[in-house]
């Protein structure tokens, strides 16, 4: 059977407080379907990055030395990127790698299809969802795509797994919506049984 592999964009040790709970490896993919206005991983998408592949046995044995740690602080690692849905079958393969001790986390946007979502439905912890906002005519001034896909994984998602394991990023959007618009995005989710939701506001680049 051929090894799995996937490229990354970087791999940070030692996070605290921040992509999850205790001490976290975040490891970022390469590639994604969006093109927000704001992003803050540019590198994830550009022809002219180099990501650095690795196998999944090869990204085992690197974050294997703060196994540790990880399992000290009730931390693990974060698969963010880029879009990490468009490497399911590679999270998937990790965790059996790992075991079922390492705690598992998914910074995405949920842009994806639901194939990937289901595939990794039962092997991550938490999924933070960074979800822009519900109205479509929002999304696809802010990222350039259909929110669609987002809208069916989220319903499909809520009936899959208890939602205590997903926290909804709800930015507010400086140029593109208001706190009216949130709110309505926020009363959305909840409508879908969503109830854990992280409200921030972005910081716009000077121009």
Not at 59 to 76: I, Q
Not at 141 to 167: F, K, Q, S, W
Request: some cysteine.
């Amino acid at each position: 059977m051929k090894t799995l592999s996937a490229p990354f964009i970087g791999i940070i040790r030692h996070r605290m407080g921040l992509d999850g709970k205790g001490i976290v490896t975040l490891a970022g993919f390469y590639g994604c379907p969006l093109r927000c206005r704001y992003c803050l991983n540019p590198q994830a998408f550009s022809e002219t990055t180099k990501p650095r592949v690795l196998t999944v046995e090869a990204f085992h044995d690197m974050v294997k030395v703060d196994r540790l740690y990880h399992l000290a602080t009730g931390g693990g690692v974060t698969f963010g990127g880029g879009e990490p849905l468009l490497y399911a079958k590679f999270i998937r393969a990790y965790r059996q790698l790992c075991g079922p001790e390492i705690r598992l986390c998914l910074e995405t946007s949920l842009h994806a299809s639901w194939e990937a979502v289901a595939m990794v439905a039962d092997t991550v912890d938490h999924f933070y969802i960074d979800i822009k906002d519900c109205d479509p005519a929002v999304y696809l001034a802010y990222t350039g795509r259909d929110n669609a896909p987002v809208l069916n994984n989220l319903r499909r998602l809520a009936e899959t797994i208890a939602t205590d394991r997903v926290t909804v990023r709800l930015p507010l959007i400086p140029g593109f919506h208001d706190e009216a618009k949130r709110c309505a995005s926020e009363q959305m989710l909840r409508a879908m049984g969503y109830q854990q939701f992280d409200r921030f506001v972005y910081r716009v680049p000077s121009e």
